[in-house]
Structure formats: C-alpha cells, structure tokens
C-alpha cells in the first residue's frame, strides 16, 4: 500500500500505527498469523494502545501475533466484550433519549459516536464512553432539560473540568452519561471563528439525514458538516492538551469512503473560511503516511503530483514531513491518551506574550461569562482564574513546576503557529 | 403437508464479536428491548441457515452433514431452539 517506513517513532509506536492501519483497511480474513514481535513488547503495546483508546480497533490484528501472552489474551477477549456491551448500551440510550426530545418537538442530531462508528470495519471497536445530542436550536435547552428531568434524568453539575456548561451534562436513567450540546466547539479567541461555525451549523431539522446506524435510525449531520465537524474537534482537542489516535481513526474511515464531490466543496470552503488548511493537510498526510487512508482513489482522495486530489480538484497540499512527524509525536505524547505528560497544557495560537494574555483573558470569560462584562471585576477575576490554574496544576497535573507547563505551551504553540493560520 | 420455511426477521442484527456470537434487537419492544441476546453454537448456526427461507428438516440434515451427533441429541436441540426463535419472534414463517 506504499506505507511510510516508520523510523523515527518507538518501537510500540511504529507497531501500533501499523496495526491500526492494517485493522482499518484489512478484513479481519485478510490478516495473516505473525510471530515476528516479542511478548514483551506486545504486552507494553497493549497497555499503550488502551491509553489511546485504539485497543479494540486493533484486536483482530493483535490476536494474529503468536507471541501474545496468554493473559494479554485473556484480557482482549474480556475488553472487547465489555466494549460491545456498552456500545450498544449508549446506541440504545441514543436512541431512545433522541426518540424523547423529538416526540416533545425538540430537533436533535447524534455527534460523534455511532455516527462514526458506522464507518468502521467493525463498528462496535470504535470506543465510545458517553452520548452526544445536538440542539439544532439552542433555543430548546430549557425544552430539552425540562423533558429529561420529567423522565428520570439526573443532571449532573459535580467535578465538571472547566469550561462546562451546566446545562451540558445529564445521566440517563440507566445511567449512561449524555452530553447536550447546544455548541458544536467551544468559543475560541476568535470572533470570526465563532460567528462562522455558529452560523454554518444553524441548520434545520430537515438538514440532517436519517441514517442506518447498524439497524438503529439515527439523525446525524450530511458528510460535508461531518468532516467539518471531526476537524473542529480535533482542533478543539488539539488546543487543548492535545488528542489521541481514535479521532485520527475517524478521519481515516471517513474519507476511505466515496464522499460526493459537491459535499467535499463545501467542506473544503469551511476549512478555508476557518484558517484550517494547513491543519487539514497535516492531518491528512499524517492518516495516509501511517494510518491506512488511501490516496489511490479506492476512497475519496488520490495522490498526484505530490498533492491530495478529489475528485472535483485539489483536496489538500502534502504537509512537509517534519510537521508531520511533530504533530503525530504530539498526539502520541497526549496526555489523556498515551504516555503520562503531566506537564502538556493547553497550546495557544501564537508564541508571543500577547497571546498568553489572549488566552488568559479568554478562559476569563468562558469562566464568567457575565460577571466578565463588567472591566472594574476583571482584575478580581483573573486573580481567581490564576488560583484555579495552580489548583488544576496542583490536582491534574501532579504537581508539576509552573515552568515546566509554561514550556511545554511554548512548544505547542509553535506547532500549532504552523498548523493554523488567521481566519479570512 | 408441506412443512413450513421460517426465516429471520430484520428487527434483529448479528454481529460476532469477538468469540461471541450476539442478536441485537434494533426494531423490537418489550421484554427483547435494549438488550443482547448471546448465542451459543446451535443457535448461531440456525441464525445463519435461516437467513434464508428454509424449513427445519433443511436445518436439521445440513447440521447432520456439519456436525458429529453421537449422542443424537442434535435434531432435538435443533428443534428446541427452533421453537425459542419462534417465540421470541426472532423467525417467522414465511408464506
């Protein structure tokens, strides 16, 4: 398949982005007995592959390796069964909670989740560990809480990490968590950033499609909001403390399909409007180089003359291949996903100290969205969004020196300086 | 009289999962709802020789060409599972 040789990654590293890409790609009959990896190695690919939460993605591929141990086996067998139990749990609860909402006149569309998991090899290996429901109008979520408190929800405003939304969080009566979103992302520093998305996501019930999720109808975005979507949340991700492999898997099952070439346009609009295409063409090359996204036209891209193409034109340029390798090593160092990073924080934009300030000013208002409003509070305010970072610092990341966080943003932010660029 | 064929019904999916073989009613209400049903290999088998309208001697010889039966217990359980997917509705005969 012409995939990259892989040198410059650890050895569990380069093992599991070739798993992976065997396991999106490959059918499960396809992939042959192997003995040439140790046991030991396996073992530590396992735990690292679970960090990433790629583990059941992989599973076919691993349980081909001889060397396996026997409780690594063991322990497989088990994770994949519990994994499908609660893939179909959260199916069944998406179901039935969007079922809900709709009878009472609430327009909702499922994110993430099944509707990507439906484009998986196997569906039920795409992890997910909560629901995720749109409201069409934000109008609704009075509406919408209303219902699911009639109906034995229970919402839940404990040990939120910041930047919640009190309305956002609901258990269902049996228990699942359930995200009602009423923002597809969360406001960045960037006005016209925000008023775009806003604005492109403003969409009418008649909008979304009812897809066949596995038997299950479901309410889900068209794929040119889809990919707009999976990009924004990695991008979102990203600025955050970075993400891990599965929402790369996501990128690479999704445009392994025939997506229709009008759709790609607008997506390809979106990206440039949002100052995404050089993120688009990192990621891009990073899922084709190590992840199995074909560029030979099988799917919806084709490689030529060194660039990306769809079918109506160019898709993507070819990122530079230090970016790309940057980039995936950032992903792999994601601290909620792969090795402990106690100190990985956030990345800004830019690298100057206006832009920590940006930022700072900006958590401000996400914090406190009203009382920031008011200039004679900020001070008060910022001194309290100050505390609060030494107390995350102190709790979530163990301790670990201001500086140390300070330089592990710096480093982010040149990555990202590179990957992003101003909105039109 | 001619025996009757039974075939599966679309409100339920099959998946294999991992060693599991599992029924997953999509379409189905009451005491089936939101739940899995784990097969084990009888039915799993009759699963899949049902996908396609068939009556159960049909079943039962294939499982006779498949499977060793030295207790000749096989046409008994077959017809004991048959009579489980009919109750449940898992199968319906097919006119």
């Given at each position: 398949?012409?995939?990259?040789?892989?040198?410059?990654?650890?050895?569990?590293?380069?093992?599991?982005?070739?798993?992976?890409?065997?396991?999106?790609?490959?059918?499960?009959?396809?992939?042959?007995?192997?003995?040439?990896?140790?046991?030991?190695?396996?073992?530590?690919?396992?735990?690292?592959?679970?960090?990433?939460?790629?583990?059941?993605?992989?599973?076919?591929?691993?349980?081909?390796?001889?060397?396996?141990?026997?409780?690594?086996?063991?322990?497989?067998?088990?994770?994949?069964?519990?994994?499908?139990?609660?893939?179909?749990?959260?199916?069944?609860?998406?179901?039935?909670?969007?079922?809900?909402?709709?009878?009472?006149?609430?327009?909702?569309?499922?994110?993430?989740?099944?509707?990507?998991?439906?484009?998986?090899?196997?569906?039920?290996?795409?992890?997910?560990?909560?629901?995720?429901?749109?409201?069409?109008?934000?109008?609704?979520?009075?509406?919408?809480?209303?219902?699911?408190?009639?109906?034995?929800?229970?919402?839940?405003?404990?040990?939120?990490?910041?930047?919640?939304?009190?309305?956002?969080?609901?258990?269902?009566?049996?228990?699942?968590?359930?995200?009602?979103?009423?923002?597809?992302?969360?406001?960045?520093?960037?006005?016209?950033?925000?008023?775009?998305?806003?604005?492109?996501?403003?969409?009418?019930?008649?909008?979304?499609?009812?897809?066949?999720?596995?038997?299950?109808?479901?309410?889900?975005?068209?794929?040119?909001?889809?990919?707009?979507?999976?990009?924004?949340?990695?991008?979102?991700?990203?600025?955050?403390s970075g993400f891990g492999?599965?929402?790369?898997?996501?990128?690479?099952?999704?445009?392994?399909?025939?997506?229709?070439?009008?759709?790609?346009?607008?997506?390809?609009?979106?990206?440039?409007?949002?100052?995404?295409?050089?993120?688009?063409?990192?990621?891009?090359?990073?899922?084709?180089?190590?992840?199995?996204?074909?560029?030979?036209?099988?799917?919806?891209?084709?490689?030529?003359?060194?660039?990306?193409?769809?079918?109506?034109?160019?898709?993507?340029?070819?990122?530079?291949?230090?970016?790309?390798?940057?980039?995936?090593?950032d992903v792999f160092d994601a601290e909620r996903h792969g090795?402990?990073?106690?100190?990985?924080?956030?990345?800004?934009?830019?690298?100057?100290?206006?832009?920590?300030?940006?930022?700072?000013?900006?958590?401000?208002?996400?914090?406190?969205?009203?009382?920031?409003?008011?200039?004679?509070?900020?001070?008060?305010?910022?001194?309290?969004?100050?505390?609060?970072?030494?107390?995350?610092?102190?709790?979530?990341?163990?301790?670990?020196?201001?500086?140390?966080?300070?330089?592990?943003?710096?480093?982010?932010?040149?990555?990202?300086?590179?990957?992003?660029?101003?909105?039109? | 009289?001619?025996?009757?064929?039974?075939?599966?019904?679309?409100?339920?999916?099959?998946?294999?999962?991992?060693?599991?073989?599992?029924?997953?009613?999509?379409?189905?209400?009451?005491?089936?709802?939101?739940?899995?049903?784990?097969?084990?290999?009888?039915?799993?088998?009759?699963?899949?020789?049902?996908?396609?309208?068939?009556?159960?001697?049909?079943?039962?010889?294939?499982?006779?060409?498949?499977?060793?039966?030295?207790?000749?217990?096989?046409?008994?359980?077959?017809?004991?599972?048959?009579?489980?997917?009919?109750?449940?509705?898992?199968?319906?005969?097919?006119?």
């Amino acid at each position: 398949m012409g995939k990259k040789r892989i040198t410059d990654f650890e050895e569990k590293e380069s093992l599991l982005l070739e798993m992976i890409s065997d396991s999106l790609t490959l059918k499960s009959e396809e992939i042959g007995n192997t003995e040439n990896t140790n046991s030991s190695l396996l073992h530590g690919l396992t735990e690292f592959a679970a960090h990433q939460s790629v583990l059941p993605i992989i599973y076919h591929r691993l349980l081909k390796e001889k060397n396996l141990a026997a409780e690594d086996r063991e322990y497989l067998e088990m994770m994949v069964q519990e994994k499908a139990a609660k893939f179909y749990q959260i199916l069944f609860n998406a179901r039935s909670s969007i079922e809900l909402l709709r009878k009472n006149g609430v327009s909702v569309a499922l994110l993430k989740g099944a509707s990507v998991a439906c484009f998986y090899p196997v569906p039920e290996s795409r992890k997910s560990s909560d629901i995720d429901l749109f409201l069409l109008r934000s109008e609704d979520v009075s509406a919408a809480c209303q219902i699911f408190e009639a109906n034995g929800y229970r919402q839940i405003t404990e040990g939120q990490t910041e930047h919640a939304n009190p309305h956002e969080l609901w258990g269902t009566p049996d228990r699942h968590l359930l995200e009602l979103h009423t923002m597809l992302v969360k406001p960045t520093e960037d006005r016209n950033f925000n008023e775009y998305v806003a604005k492109r996501f403003a969409l009418s019930g008649d909008a979304l499609l009812e897809k066949n999720v596995l038997g299950f109808s479901l309410p889900v975005f068209p794929d040119d909001c889809l990919a707009f979507h999976l990009l924004l949340h990695m991008r979102m991700d990203f600025f955050a403390s970075g993400f891990g492999l599965k929402l790369l898997c996501d990128w690479v099952v999704f445009w392994n399909r025939k997506v229709e070439p009008a759709l790609v346009e607008n997506f390809l609009r979106d990206v440039e409007k949002c100052g995404m295409k050089n993120f688009l063409s990192v990621i891009t090359s990073v899922c084709i180089s190590y992840l199995g996204l074909s560029a030979d036209g099988s799917g919806t891209l084709v490689e030529k003359d060194g660039d990306y193409f769809y079918e109506n034109g160019l898709f993507c340029k070819k990122a530079e291949e230090n970016l790309v390798h940057d980039f995936l090593q950032d992903v792999f160092d994601a601290e909620r996903h792969g090795k402990p990073g106690g100190d990985r924080m956030m990345a800004l934009q830019d690298t100057g100290i206006l832009s920590y300030i940006r930022s700072f000013h900006h958590l401000t208002k996400l914090y406190f969205p009203k009382a920031s409003r008011w200039v004679v509070t900020l001070p008060f305010l910022y001194i309290f969004v100050f505390v609060r970072f030494l107390y995350n610092n102190h709790k979530i990341r163990g301790g670990q020196s201001v500086s140390a966080v300070i330089s592990s943003t710096k480093k982010r932010s040149e990555l990202a300086k590179q990957l992003f660029s101003k909105t039109l | 009289m001619e025996e009757p064929k039974y075939q599966t019904q679309p409100e339920f999916i099959f998946r294999e999962i991992g060693k599991d073989s599992v029924l997953v009613p999509v379409g189905v209400t009451g005491s089936l709802e939101n739940s899995m049903i784990y097969l084990n290999e009888t039915y799993a088998f009759l699963w899949k020789q049902f996908q396609t309208p068939c009556t159960v001697s049909e079943v039962i010889q294939r499982a006779k060409e498949q499977y060793e039966d030295s207790d000749g217990i096989m046409e008994d359980q077959i017809r004991g599972a048959v009579k489980d997917f009919v109750k449940f509705a898992v199968i319906k005969e097919v006119i």
